[in-house]
C-alpha cells in the first residue's frame, strides 16, 4: 500500500507549529514532532531538510493560512484588524510562533516582505485617494494596525495566557476587539483639512 505523503506531510507541519510555537526554534526537538506527527523522524528530514527549513515550511504555511484566513482590504482597515483579532483568537499560539520568530530570527523572509510590500502599496494607493489619512507613512499606518491588533495578546493575563491557551471570556473578547476596531478607524479615518 502507498503511503500518503501529503497526509504526512500536513502531520508534521502541525505538530511542528505545536512543538515550535511552545519551545521556540532552538528548543524545539526534531523527535518530540516525529512522535506528535506519528512520522518517522527521517521523513522530516527528506521533506523538509532541516529544523530551519521545517521552520519556514510552517512559518509560510501560517502566513498562507492567514492571508487566506483574514483578507487585506484597504479600503476597511478597522474591519481588517477585527478579523486580524479573530485570527488569532482562534489561533492563540500563533503570535507565541511570531514571537519565538522575532526573538531568534529577526527579520522578514521574501514571503513576509512581499506580502507587506503588496498592503504597503493598497494603503499608500488609498491615501492618495484621500479614504484614509495621509499624514501617517503607509508603512507605519500598516505597522500601527498589526501591532494594536496584536496587542491584547502580548498582554499578561490576555487571552493567549492560561493552561492549554485558555483565554478570556466571550464578553471581554468583544470589548476588546471593538477597542481594535475603533483604534484603527480613529488612526486611519481622513482628516478634516487645516482651516
Known amino acids: ?5 501529503s497526509a504526512t506531510k500536513a502531520r508534521l507541519l502541525d505538530a511542528a507549529f505545536s512543538e515550535f510555537a511552545t519551545y521556540g526554534i532552538a528548543g524545539a526537538r526534531i523527535d518530540r514532532i516525529a512522535e506528535t506527527a506519528q512520522a518517522n523522524k527521517r521523513l522530516i528530514y527528506v521533506y523538509y531538510g532541516n529544523k530551519e527549513q521545517l521552520f519556514d515550511a510552517v512559518l509560510q504555511r501560517a502566513l498562507e493560512t ?13 474591519g481588517y484588524a477585527g478579523a486580524i483579532f479573530d485570527h488569532l ?3 492563540p499560539e500563533l503570535m507565541r510562533l511570531v514571537l519565538w520568530k522575532q526573538l531568534e530570527r529577526p527579520g522578514s523572509t521574501g514571503a513576509e516582505a512581499e506580502s507587506y510590500e503588496g498592503k504597503i502599496a493598497a494603503v499608500r494607493q488609498a491615501q492618495e485617494a484621500g479614504r484614509i489619512d495621509a499624514d501617517i507613512a503607509p508603512a507605519d499606518v500598516l505597522t500601527l494596525i498589526i ?14 495566557a492560561g493552561a492549554a491557551g485558555a483565554g478570556w471570556p466571550a464578553e471581554r473578547l468583544a470589548a476588546h476587539r471593538s477597542a481594535v476596531v475603533e483604534s484603527v478607524r480613529r488612526i486611519t479615518a481622513p482628516q478634516p483639512p487645516a482651516v
Open 1 to 5: 500500500m502507498a503511503r500518503d505523503s
Open 89 to 91: 483568537v482562534e489561533r
Open 66 to 78: 492567514g492571508s487566506e484566513s483574514v483578507p487585506f482590504d484597504a479600503d476597511d482597515l478597522p
Open 147 to 160: 501591532g494594536v491588533s496584536q496587542a491584547w495578546f502580548g498582554a499578561g493575563g490576555g487571552p493567549a
